[in-house]
């Protein structure tokens, strides 16, 4: 698809996106902040969107999300905790007006309201589909920055297109130079420093010639470093000092400097705010990455979105392998009600394994296997810690429950799987294969 500004046209729209957030005690009693964002997050970090001066509020506490009536609040792994009528939650909806708690903190969400946006007049842009607000939004912000030479950090959640995205980033740039992916969550630790840096023949046993690395590879184009908040701390510095002088060094070539033009597109589905409180992202290496910052929506706040993906994919597979397969009426409706935690990643696979499954005739929301079959497993789970059963049963259905999910959001990939659930992978196959959830394929 074309990615030129002016082939589409603008729209102004209204979305939620501006709160009204007021202490009632702590530090801060009486204090109100009026912000905007599509997120806004609250800590005592000077990386939070609001900055709270209390030790019992963490670095990055909570965020809250607008929505048409409140905010969805959300508790970021905080140490003290949100609580909500005595009651520790992890997420919640609130409406204006009401009281939560955070550490010693007591808040309430006093006013909600929207902001006026810019929005592209077209539901496809580059590799990306979909006519929802949030994702004409995001075409309108990719098409302000993909021809400026800032770098783009990519957040959102596994399988929300992130790669796309930075496909159409690179698309709309006009560089000429071409798109190299540095996959952080597939990188052997042993391997990293050499693949993205390259190294001289000799340099370390098996290194029979000269290899050049991302960086080079991507010359005059776009580096896209997927999972970058998966890269560990010593590379970190090295990439940070390769990101300040756009200058790399080979391994085995101490003292020679190599130029790279490239643009750094980087993405991870981490909050990466908050590996900086952990201390397992620098901070220095974040704010030169977020010189721009773009959100992927999630594909439960996509709306209508949901259906027309669903009829894409579902026709592309048809085509591809002679089916002749439809959705019916109940499987639509199934498709709009499940959550997706899997996104569009999980979406694809679910049509077309229904796809290949029924072949010709209606797809039924039976076909499609989601919605209520999936909860059967956590009342099992229930009734197991009803029966006293042990803890090696009841750890077993958990991992049925959870494992599935978990490789189906991570297309199968092992090494992202086992960072996830932190199993290594050797135990983490051996899991899969007790379970009987293991294929070579």
Known sequence: MPTQRAAY????????????LRWLDGSMPGVTVDVTGAVVTVGRSSLADVRVSDRSISSVHFELQPTATGAILRDLGSTNGVWFHDRRVQTLHLEAGDQFKAGDCRFVL????????????TSRFGQL??????????YTQIDALARTPLDILLLGETGTGKERTARTIHAASKRRGPLVVLDCGALSPTLAEGTIFGFRKGAFTGADRDQPGVFEAANGGTLFIDEVGELALELQVKLLRALDNREITRLGEPGIQRKVDVRIIAATHRDLRQAVAQGSFREDLYYRLARAVLRTPPLRDRGEDVVDLAETFLSDVCREFGLEAYLGEAAMQAVRAHEWPGNVRELRNVIEQAAHIKRRGEITAADLRIGEGRAQPSNKVEDLIASNASYHEIHAEVDKLLLPRVLEAHDHNLSQVSKRVGMSRDKLRARLKELGLYSRD
């Open 9 to 20: 046209a603008f729209e102004k729209t209204r979305r939620p996106g501006r709160l009204v």
């Open 129 to 138: 589909t979909g006519g929802s607000l949030g994702m004409r939004e995001l």
């Open 110 to 121: 006093a006013a909600v309201a929207t902001v006026e946006v810019d929005a592209l007049a």
